[in-house]
Structure formats: structure tokens, C-alpha cells
């Protein structure tokens, strides 16, 4: 039982990390129908800048996370200004191909600053306490607080400023959006700042916990998210983060109690089941096309 | 006092000339309709009012601004606001929130704000909240305001799209065919609100309709298109009796083809 929770804990620590990366896939969607494949790159963008700021800034863990989040935002607002948005109206295959692309240069870009992996150094006392067997380090409890914290926030962007509201009925109609007085172009940057910024906020945490990161590893864990971000419901805020929990959870306990080789192939045949069951997502809707 | 001023608007899509040589001249307070058969161009004008298409050439100044190349967004914050042929309400918004966004350009704080809930944050989400009510109970629909769009009827939703144009706090309104599937009883109620509504709200308006009894006794002025090209132009009883739309609504005379 003790074990089972400590996997639980652990399920949670990752789950919140796929949450986190899968919210900037499912904003994007959301707002603009494309899925922004480079998202993954991003997150591992994160990582690095993380791993910069540390190393040769010696900065501690507070403004390090901080230059991660702004950084990948800026990342997110610059990428999607030069990349994606003159090609708005063209087939969102384009916009697709283009993300991939993007996401090629960006691990390339690194690969070049940084041919080797990296180690990223401890920049939090890593204390842990015992309750009952039960085991908790103060950086899972950072991690799970922290974007606890964030996925806090950003509801409250989304459900209560003007913003938020925007990109709800941008959603739902973009044509008419600017109609009434909103410009679009300006929230879809927000969306994009946001969505990026909480990729680049997991990609530290995950360089935290994982300290060995290198410029490929935002690829399979940015599948992962995305998954998790389908299996949600994407375009779903809160499926988003239910999925990314769903996988966390998975992975952890298919690793815990069978050959940890079994993982991925598990994970991913349940969330295929799941999408069979639900070809919408767990919170996703049919938007019933009217004649 | 001239508010709109629309001259030569001609716009193609590709090789197709969807309106050629569009001039308008509107007064403040008018209320005009803009009449003609299926693809005459009407909607295009309107999209072209509101900046959803950029001309292909000519001019429009509205209010002593050219607005032609202007973004939707910037127009609707000069004063021009619309509704649509077919309901484009934020279905999955509440019908508070419908009304709300239309506030977007007229509110300012930053988002530091909004995470603090403070500062003028709080203030203006009240003004905005207050000010949507306001306009809701005006059209006694206050008591709908946290029901979702979709959930609303038919005739409410129609409704519901004026408010949301009124809350852009417009001086030019553009009705594209508001009693679109509306019965006899709910078009003369329409005509009422319509009058209403201008007074109310010191408001200009164009619509665009099919339904001939409702722009004859409503509109002071007709502009009629047939292929992108204003054919006539007056008051509703000259239009009635002008040839030329006779001809575009029912065709030239089978006498005319045959009988010489």
C-alpha cells in the first residue's frame, strides 16, 4: 500500500509536467485549429535556459524559473509571429509541416550551441520528509505545487479577465471576433506567450527532476503531452490537464509493477482504447455541424 | 451631418466582380435599406463596411476617417457594428459573457492587474459587468444572462445579436437580414424594435432584407444592387415603381424575348 501511494506521488509529479505541456497544446489548438509541433522543443528549450541561467549566471531557483518562463514566452510570441501567422489562411497542413519544422530548427539550434547533454546543477536543498514510510522530496513537492499554482492561474486568466474571454469566443468563431472591437492578432500572441511560457515552466521542472538533459528531449515527451492533451479532449483546458495526469499516472504505475520495458507500450495502448471509447476526448465535445 | 461616405467600392474575388462602383452617402440618423436578388452584393458591402474584406478600390470615410485597409477590430472601435445573416452568437458563451466581449476595446488594464485583482482590474470588470446587465434588462433578457446562447430561442438569439452590436456602443448599426425566418407577427414586432432601438440609441442604420413589406414601411431610403452594380436608388415608393428593379426581381418580360 505504502508503495502504491509513493508511486502515487510520484505519478503525480510527472502527470503534472505532462499537464503543464499539454495546456500549450490544447490553448493553441484551441484558438488557432493547428497543433504547434515544435511545442515539444519548447519545453526542452526550458530546460536549457534553465541550465544557462544556472551555470554561468549562478542564479538561484526563483529567478531562474521566472527567465525560463519569459524566455520560452518570447520563444512562443516570436515564433508564431514569424512562422505561423503569414500562414493563417493556408491549409492547416501547412501550418502543421511549418511547426515541424520549427521544432527541427530549434534542436538543431541547440545541438549546435551544445553538442553533448548537459547536467543541470541542484538549485534547491533537496530535503525529504517521512510520513508513515510514505517518502516526499521537497522538489516533488515543488513541482506539484508549482503547477498546481500555474494551472490556478491560468484558469483565472482564462475563465475571468478579457482576455481570457476572448480567446474562449475565438474559439468558438474567429471571424467574428474582431467584429466586435477585439484584436485577434494581439490574443492570439497572449495565447501563445501563455502556452509557451507553461511549457518552458515544465521544461525546468523536468531538467530539475531529470537533470541530464539534452537537445532531443523535448521529442518524445512532447508526443507524450500531446497525447495526453488528445485523450483530454484537445482544445479543452481542463481535459488537458486530466489526460496529462492520466498518462503521469499510467507510466508510474505500469513501470511500478510490471517490466518497466512494458511502459510506453501500455500507456499508449490504453490511451488508444480510450480514444476508441471516446474519439472526442475525455472532456471533449461533437461540435454538431448545422446544415 | 454626413457619417458615411462610400465612394466607387469595387471588390473582386478573383476574376469576379462581386460589387462595382459602390457609392453611398449616409446622413446621421438614417435608416436605409439595401435590397436586390440572392448574390447581389449586398453582404460584400456589408463585409466591406466592417473591414472583413479590404476593397479592391474606392474610399469609404466614416465619421471623417477613411476606413478602407483599417482591421475589423479598429472599425469597430470608430462606431460600426453588425449582426449576420445567419446567427453568429458565441454559442458556448453565456449570454452575459456575449455581451461582455464587446467591451474588449474599451476596457484598459494590464494583466499584472488582473493577477492581483486589483487596481483598475476590478473597477473595470464591474463597469463592464454592470453596463452588460444594464443593456441586457434594457431588452428584458437580464434574467437569461448566465444561460448559455445556444439554449436561447430563435428570436431571442436574433436579439441577443443586437445587444452584443449595441454593447460595441456603435454610431452606424448594419442589420444583415434581421427578420430572416421570422413570421408576419414577429416582423412587425421587429419594425417596432427597430425604431426603438435607433431612437433609443441615436443610432444609423442599414439593413439588408428580402422581405419587401418590411423595408418599404421601415426604410427612408433603398439602394437596390443586381450584380454588384446599384440599379436604383430612392425612396420606397419609387423603387416600387422603378422598371429597372422590377426587371432584376422578375426578370424581363417573356414578351420582350419572343414577341418583337
Same mark, same amino acid.
Request: charged share 15%; proline share 4%; glycine share 10%.
Given at each position: ?291 | ?78 462606431? *460600426?457594428? @453588425?449582426?449576420?445573416?445567419? &446567427? ?7 449570454? =452575459?459573457?456575449? !455581451?461582455? %466581449?464587446? $467591451? ?82 414577429? *416582423?412587425? @414586432?421587429?419594425?417596432?424594435? &427597430? ?7 441615436? =443610432?444609423?442604420? !442599414?439593413? %439588408?432584407? $428580402? ?50
Amino acid at each position: 500500500m505504502t508503495y502504491f501511494l509513493q508511486q502515487g506521488l510520484n505519478a503525480l509529479q510527472l502527470g503534472s509536467i505532462y499537464a503543464l505541456i499539454a495546456l500549450g497544446y490544447t490553448m493553441v489548438y484551441g484558438i488557432l485549429s493547428m497543433i504547434n509541433f515544435a511545442h515539444g522543443d519548447f519545453f526542452m528549450v526550458g530546460a536549457f535556459i534553465c541550465f544557462v541561467v544556472v551555470t554561468f549566471m549562478g542564479l538561484p531557483f526563483v529567478p531562474a524559473m521566472i527567465l525560463s518562463i519569459i524566455g520560452v514566452s518570447l520563444l512562443g510570441v516570436i515564433v508564431e509571429r514569424a512562422a505561423y501567422k503569414p500562414l493563417r489562411q493556408a491549409p492547416r497542413v501547412s501550418a502543421i509541416i511549418t511547426a515541424l519544422g520549427v521544432g527541427i530548427f530549434l534542436e538543431n539550434f541547440t545541438l549546435a550551441l551544445s553538442p553533448y547533454p548537459k547536467h543541470i546543477p541542484a538549485i534547491i536543498e533537496n530535503t525529504s520528509w517521512t510520513f508513515g514510510g510514505l517518502t516526499i522530496s521537497s522538489l516533488q513537492v515543488i513541482i506539484i505545487l508549482l503547477s498546481l499554482a500555474l494551472m490556478t492561474v491560468l484558469h483565472f486568466i482564462v475563465q475571468h479577465t478579457r482576455v481570457g474571454m476572448a480567446m474562449r469566443a475565438i474559439s468558438w468563431d474567429k471571424n467574428v471576433v474582431p467584429l466586435m472591437g477585439v484584436p485577434v492578432n494581439n490574443v492570439i500572441s497572449i495565447t501563445f506567450a501563455i502556452g509557451s511560457g507553461l511549457g518552458g515552466a515544465a521544461g525546468m521542472m523536468y531538467g530539475m527532476a531529470y537533470p541530464i538533459i539534452d537537445p532531443y528531449m523535448g521529442i518524445i515527451v512532447g508526443w507524450k503531452a500531446f497525447i495526453a492533451a488528445v485523450v483530454g479532449g484537445i482544445g479543452n483546458i481542463r481535459g488537458a490537464v486530466i489526460g496529462g495526469y492520466i498518462l503521469g499516472a499510467t507510466e508510474i504505475m505500469v513501470a511500478a509493477f510490471f517490466p518497466s520495458t512494458y511502459r510506453d507500450f501500455t500507456a499508449f495502448s490504453l490511451l488508444l482504447i480510450l480514444l476508441i471509447v471516446r474519439p472526442y476526448g475525455i472532456m471533449g465535445k461533437p461540435r454538431p455541424q448545422k446544415v | 451631418m454626413v457619417l458615411l461616405k462610400a465612394e466607387n467600392i469595387t471588390h473582386y474575388f478573383g476574376g469576379l466582380c462581386a460589387v462595382s462602383e459602390f457609392n453611398l452617402e449616409l446622413r446621421e440618423h438614417e435608416l436605409i435599406g439595401i435590397i436586390g436578388p440572392n448574390g447581389a452584393g449586398k453582404t460584400t458591402v456589408f463585409n466591406i463596411m466592417t473591414g472583413v474584406y479590404k476593397a479592391t478600390s474606392g474610399s469609404i470615410m466614416f465619421n471623417g476617417q477613411e476606413t478602407v485597409g483599417k482591421s475589423p477590430n479598429s472599425i469597430t472601435a470608430l462606431g *460600426i457594428a @453588425r449582426t449576420f445573416q445567419n &446567427i453568429r452568437l458565441f454559442s458556448d458563451l453565456s449570454v =452575459l459573457d456575449n !455581451i461582455r %466581449i464587446a $467591451h474588449y476595446s474599451g476596457t484598459k488594464y494590464t494583466p499584472i492587474e488582473a493577477l492581483l485583482h486589483a487596481g483598475r482590474y476590478r473597477a473595470e470588470e464591474k463597469r463592464i459587468r454592470a453596463h452588460s446587465m444594464e443593456l441586457l434588462s434594457f431588452f428584458s433578457m437580464e434574467e437569461f444572462a448566465d444561460e448559455l446562447a445556444k439554449n436561447l430561442p430563435y428570436g431571442m438569439q436574433r436579439r441577443l445579436e443586437i445587444v452584443r452590436a449595441l454593447a460595441t456602443r456603435p454610431k452606424l448599426l448594419l442589420l444583415d437580414e434581421p427578420a430572416a425566418g421570422m413570421n408576419p407577427k414577429e *416582423i412587425d @414586432r421587429l419594425m417596432e424594435f &427597430i425604431h426603438w432601438v435607433r431612437n433609443e440609441f441615436k =443610432l444609423t442604420i !442599414i439593413v %439588408i432584407e $428580402h422581405q419587401m413589406r418590411f423595408v418599404m414601411s421601415i426604410c427612408e431610403r433603398l439602394v437596390v444592387l443586381d450584380f454588384g452594380t446599384t440599379i436604383a436608388e430612392g425612396n420606397p415608393a419609387e423603387i416600387q415603381n422603378n422598371a429597372k428593379v422590377l426587371e432584376a426581381y422578375l426578370g424581363t418580360p417573356a414578351v420582350n424575348d419572343y414577341g418583337k
